[in-house]
Structure formats: structure tokens, C-alpha cells
């Protein structure tokens, strides 16, 4: 069965450095998700991505975040600057429409110094 | 805005007892909605959703749940529960036109033999 993989799946940073977190989509997938999940709260919602554009943001994807379809199969999130309150598991997922079911991927824990 | 609230953040169950794992929305718009469960160190599978027709809907591993509209409900049941069950349940909507999915904070699901 065909599913999102995340890498890495986990990664140690120093405050202030540039993280890049990559997903592989399933592959006849159109919508591109990513998700974050800080430690003992909630799943949130960051930006969705279709047609090589962000479709959603919401208000925690500022300006130090940004999505990327470098080639047919990666979707890259990139974190310009960490901070310490960046650390959280980062989900990736797909869909093949918005309003299909979103599949996740296993995540990549983010731990920023 | 959605927002979902799941109260109980655990739930301890004999094993073969039934269970149910309580999930209430609000929402202004008519709302899809959604129950993933996570197992450790994997990431996030729909167990099932319910996007319109049948209040109750059927999902994965024999679990079920009922949409209640007037109570703004999606409570998760299941008749007799395996070890196997023992996971992080999320109940998720997604409203109107958003793209993203609001989440529960999730409940665990410990299964005591």
C-alpha cells in the first residue's frame, strides 16, 4: 500500500539554523499538507499546498516558514531561523483532492537548542 | 473556526470491554469529520470519517462512530477492545472550506488485560 514517508525522522538543531524536513507524497496525490504537534498538545495545522502554491496558511506559518515542490515526488517545509519553540513533531501529508482523506506520514521530531 | 474537544486524555479499558472516546465540535459551517489513531512511533491512519449521509459510519479494526448533529458529537465506539487498540486516538474536523484539519488533543486508549 502505497504511503507518505517523512526523513528525517529526527533531527537536532542549533537555535537560529535552517532546518529543511522532506516528505514524499503518494504519488498520484495532489494536495501536500504539513502539520506540527508540540510536545503534550494538539495536531495544528500549518499550510496546504496544491499546484505548486500555498492554498492555506494558518497564523503560526509566518514568515520564517516555506514550502517547497523542488521536483515530481519531494515537499520540503523549511524553517529559516529555529527557535527554541520550533521543537515539535512535523507531519507531512496528501490527499488527491481537498476533500479526500489526508494520509500522514510517520513525522520527523524536531529538537531545536 | 472549528474547534474540537476531546475530554478525556486517557482511558483505561479491560481487554474485550467496550469503549467509547468521547469528541465534540463547534463550528459555524457544516463540518466533515474525522477519527485518526496513532500507534507508537507511527504516524497518523484514518480510522474513519464522516462526510455526509449515514450518521453512523464504520471504519478499521471494528470501530464505529455516530455524527449527532444536535449535540455536535462524534463520540468513537467499539464492542469489545484488543490489546492491539492500545493507541492515541484524534478526533479531527474540517470545515466549510478550509483545507486543514482541526484537531482533539487526543485521548490514550490503554487496554489493561
Known amino acids: 500500500e502505497p504511503e507518505v514517508t517523512q526523513t528525517p525522522s529526527h533531527q537536532v538543531t542549533q537555535m537560529g539554523q535552517e532546518v529543511i524536513l522532506r516528505c514524499v507524497p503518494i504519488?498520484?496525490?495532489?494536495?501536500f499538507y504539513w502539520y506540527r504537534q508540540i510536545l503534550g498538545q494538539k495536531v495544528e495545522f500549518l499550510v496546504s499546498f496544491y499546484n505548486n502554491e500555498i492554498s492555506e496558511k494558518s497564523e503560526i506559518f509566518d514568515d520564517q516558514f516555506s514550502v517547497e515542490r523542488p521536483d515530481g515526488s519531494n515537499f520540503t517545509l523549511k524553517i529559516r531561523s529555529t527557535k527554541l519553540e520550533d521543537s515539535a513533531m512535523y507531519f507531512c501529508?496528501?490527499?488527491?483532492?481537498?476533500?479526500?482523506?489526508?494520509?500522514f506520514g510517520p513525522g520527523t521530531r524536531l529538537l531545536v537548542l | 473556526a472549528q474547534s474540537v474537544t476531546q475530554l478525556d486524555s486517557q482511558v483505561p479499558v479491560f481487554e474485550e470491554a467496550p469503549v467509547e472516546l468521547r469528541c465534540n465540535y463547534s463550528?459555524?459551517?457544516?463540518?466533515?469529520l474525522f477519527w485518526y489513531v496513532q500507534y507508537p512511533n507511527q504516524g497518523l491512519q484514518l480510522l474513519l470519517k464522516?462526510?455526509?449521509?449515514?450518521?453512523l459510519v464504520k471504519g478499521i479494526n471494528g470501530f464505529e462512530a455516530e455524527f449527532n448533529k444536535s449535540q455536535t458529537s462524534f463520540h468513537l465506539r467499539k464492542p469489545s477492545v484488543h490489546i492491539s487498540d492500545t493507541a492515541e486516538y484524534f478526533c479531527?474536523?474540517?470545515?466549510?472550506?478550509?483545507?486543514?484539519?482541526?484537531f482533539g488533543k487526543g485521548t490514550h486508549l490503554i487496554i489493561q488485560p
Open positions: 463550528s459555524s459551517v457544516s463540518v466533515y
Open positions: 501529508a496528501s490527499s488527491t483532492s481537498v476533500q479526500e482523506t489526508q494520509y
Open positions: 504519488s498520484n496525490h495532489l494536495y
Open positions: 464522516y462526510l455526509s449521509g449515514s450518521t
Open positions: 479531527a474536523v474540517r470545515g466549510g472550506g478550509a483545507d486543514g484539519l482541526t
